[in-house]
Structures are given as structure tokens and as C-alpha cells.
């Protein structure tokens, strides 16, 4: 959990949407909510569907049984004293009687139910261990994006980060489901408003792999707008099966667990008619995907080419610094470095160790220099350009890049890997992380490798020709169709979503040859100075060698090998 994320503003940190009333009315009067049940709201804010719930029952049951009800089978959970007390206020308004002891102001991650001794690290481990299936219904609207607690964050990881083999990725809404699913009798059902990047992108495949295999799952539309975010939200019903489902429902439509798991990503938005692309390889098997690294300070490093030329504004040299334990504690993740390793920094420290640091000072006069120019390197920028974008940014890169990296080195936790580092100066295809559509460009060799612009290369010994033949498929209708349709429906394209798309099997060896000659010649022309877009029919004719029939599906295609000299732009390596 990044130090930027606990220091937001009270609202985002604690994940809070609040629940617009008519979506929470519609909600509850699904769920036709019986006095048998014994409730669960894990984050109740100001109490919406707490109300909601409570005003169903009244329509049926006497004050005096109301009052029972609410002391002995509801539950809830809020983090924010200032909602809890708004929520309190509003209980008394409404002469509901004792506030019930079981709706308390807690971090539901540290919350167990009354009747367990939540000082007793016994009664913790067998909550842990037997889950105590407590509800019949938990119910409500999880944070999302919200930060967890710094003290129990790797507590936590361990108890809901790993389940049924796989990672659950530690986000809040994410934990808050899977505690819930623990929490849930047999046949006890979940009825949460969450993001919905359940549905399909990477990190969640865990959440889904345990879901769909525990519970019945539906997944629909909320039923009116939520306005406290622009976060696509979804309504996600789940009841605990002792046996695992064999489909779950999206948005009406019926989805096999078997079609989900031909998707490497256990995609929830597949279909029968996705399904059968999934069958053969994927492009992770022709291609591998990498993203570049986090500089750290653009500004320092990077510059725009103007006209072949960059103004630097910085004279560079090296100096040396103390190593202090002080120092690495502020630079380590959530302020923690182990046993060990204090141990040794102290050492350090004691003996007047130094590091070497990056200076930098600024000029009277910015620099004009040309560019190609030795001490820079091309730098791989996302841009929204298709097929070939001339270079526009460059990276200062004196020995060899030894200024960033040693900015890197000596900065905080997050800065010190090197992403994408082995594929530096590689040819390959490059796409903007963050877009609506696959807008894959030619990476000409020689380039560094940015976080914001994935790139695909080559595997060893696969014909080169492929090169062209997939940067032609991901410009294709089918497959932006099935990376926003299935792998991932967001805005952001992973350099793992790359590597879970289908490849082509079903193009003939003619079709094949076809739309790699087709390639080529769209990309020499960009090489040459011509723009395209979606629009250009050079583009959409693509279409037509890469449309799915199945009668070639049994014929490989043969390898189509041309003899070809990569490009390689006028910059010094």
C-alpha cells in the first residue's frame, strides 16, 4: 500500500461511495429480507441499508418484535466515527430504541462478532481457521480503493491473500468480500455494490477463482445511477454452495465455468462466442510483454524534442551522502525494514559509510543540443498515434544510463526496480497503458522502456515475420472486441492482457502470408511520413485476413520468412 494512498484526503482513504437511497431501496426489496435472518453490514456508513432493512421488517413484525430483531440478529460495521455518529443521531430520530450493541464503530478487518473474545489471540486464530459461518445475509457497499491499516496490512495478506491456490490482490473491496464469504452460512447469501473490475482485469482473477467456485454468482446492473463516483459499478450476488457451480450469471446471460476457464485471465464477460478463441495459443506464447520502469522524477531526466532539439536546463554530477538508518527508514515501504537489514545499515552508519547520489544543478541558461546526441536516449513515451510515431521523447542517458539508475538506486522503495531492463533497445510493438482501444505502434531498436507504454517482443526462435503478423491482429476489430470484451474491460491494457489474447490459429497459411505483406506495407509507409487511424481503409482491411473460419483451424499455417533488417533510428547506443 503506497504512502501517497494513506496520506489521501479521510473521504477516498477510507474507500467511501455513499449509497444513493433509491439504489438501496430497489436492492433490499430483491432480497425480501425475513426476521429468520441474521444480518451482516460490514461498512454501513451512515446507515442506509441498515434503515432499509429495518423498514422492511417493520411492515410485517410489531415494535416490540422489531426491537428483538435489531438486538439479536443485526449486525454492522464503520470504520468513520463521524458517519457512525450521523448514523447513531439518526437511530434516535427514528425512536428505534437502544442502539444495538452488535452495530458498532470498528475496522471490520479487526472485528469479530459478540461472543468472541476479541482480546483472546485464541479465539482470533479460531475465527481465522473456522471462518464462524455466522449470517444468513451480509449485505452493503465495501470501500473501494481505500487504504488498510499499515499494522495489519501483512496480517491480513496472509489470512485473505491466497485462496483456493491463487492470489487475492489486497485491495479493500476485494478483503471485505472474501471475510464476508467466510462469514456466510451455507446457503447464506452476499449482495454487494462493487467496482466493477471484478469482472475481468488481472489482479482479480483470485477473487473470481474463489467465487466462482464457493458461490452461486450474479452479477447485474445497479438500477439507477450512482453519482458518488465515476467507477462503473455492478450489483454482485453471491450464495455459498457446498458443490461449485457449474455457470454464473452476467448481466442475464448464463456463463459455463468451463468457457471462463479457457481465458487465462478467468475472464467473467466471456461467452460461447469468445469462448472459441480461446482455445488455441496466445500471443504470450509468440510474444513476451514487458512494461518499462518509473523514473521518478520526469522532469528531471526526460525532455521534449522540438525540431531535433532538446533545451536541458540541468548540469549533472555525482556526490556522496551518509547511509543513516533515519534516512532508509523514510525511503522503505510503510517505513518497515527487517531485522536484518537495520542491523546492517546501522553498521553502516556507525563506520561513516557513504553512497553515491545524483546532483543537479540548475543552469542560468537552458543547453540546446541535437539530437541524436550520446548522452540521450529515445524514450518510449505512450502516445495515441497508431502503426509508427516518430520519436519525441528523450532520456538522459550519460554512462549508460548510471545517472537514473543511481537515482533510482538511492530513492524510495518504489523507484529502485528496473522495469523492462532486459528488453531496453529491443525492436518490437508498443500501446498506451491507459486507453480505450489497442493503439499499437512499431518500436523501432534503441528505445527506453517507459511504465506508461507496455511493450511486446519477440521470443527466441520465432520467426520474425510474426512481428508483423500479430502488431496486425491487435489492429483489428475481433481483437480490441475480445481485449475490452473479455481479457480486460477497463481502460488500462496490461502487458500480461497482451499476453493472454488469443493467437490467430485460425487464419489460413494464404491469409496469413496476406496480412503480414499488408502489415509491412502499411508500416512503411508511417515510416515514410503517412498517418492512419481506425478509419483508414488500409486499416480496416486488415479486418478481412484475420476474420474467424473454422475450416482453417486444422491447417497450420506454414512460417512465412522474409529477410528484413529492423529499423534502427539515428541515436547512439
Known sequence: MSIA???RESKRQLGQFLTPRAIVADIVKRLNVSEKHTVLEPSFGEGVFIFEVVSSLAQRLTREQLRTWVHTNLYGCEIDHRAYMAFASKWEQLQLGELPRNIECCDFFRWLPFG???????????????????FDLILGNPPFGGSIDPLIQDELDSIFGFRNGMKIKKETYAFFIVKSVDLLKPCGRLCFICSDTILTIATMKGLRNLLHNTCDVQVSSLPKGFEDTTQDMVLITLTKQERRP????????????????????????????????FTGKTLGEKMVAT????????????????EGQIHEPYEFSFSHEPITLEREIAKARLGKISLAKREKILEQEQRGD???????????????????????????????????????????????????????KTGNWYLRGVGGKPYFGREGFTWALIAPHFRTRYLPAGYILDSGAPCAFLRDGVEYDELFFIMGWTLTDLCNKILKGVINHTRNIQSKDFERLPYPIWVSSHDKENATQHMRQILDAALHGSRFDFDSPEITKLNEFYEYRESHLFTPPKPVIHQHQPVQLPLSI
Open 354 to 408: 557513504t553512497q553515491k547520489v545524483v546532483q543537479w544543478t540548475l543552469r542560468d541558461t537552458p543547453k540546446v543540443i541535437s539530437i541524436p546526441n550520446q548522452d540521450y536516449r529515445y524514450y518510449n513515451k505512450a502516445a495515441r498515434q497508431i502503426v509508427y510515431c516518430a520519436p519525441q521523447w528523450v532520456i538522459f542517458w550519460r554512462d549508460n544510463g548510471g545517472y537514473v539508475y543511481t537515482y533510482k
Open 116 to 134: 468472541y473474545d476479541r482480546t483472546n489471540a485464541i479465539d482470533w486464530r479460531r475465527y481465522f481457521a473456522s471462518h464462524l459461518e455466522c
Open 291 to 306: 512494461s518499462g520502469m518509473t523514473v521518478g522524477k520526469n522532469d528531471l531526466f526526460l525532455r521534449k524534442i522540438s
Open 246 to 277: 457449474s455457470h454464473i450469471s452476467v448481466f442475464g446471460q448464463s456463463t459455463q465455468i468451463a468457457d471462463i476457464e479457457t481465458t487465462g485471465n478467468l475472464s467473467w464477460r466471456v461467452n460461447g462466442e469468445f469462448a472459441r478463441y
Open 5 to 7: 494512498r494513506l496520506s
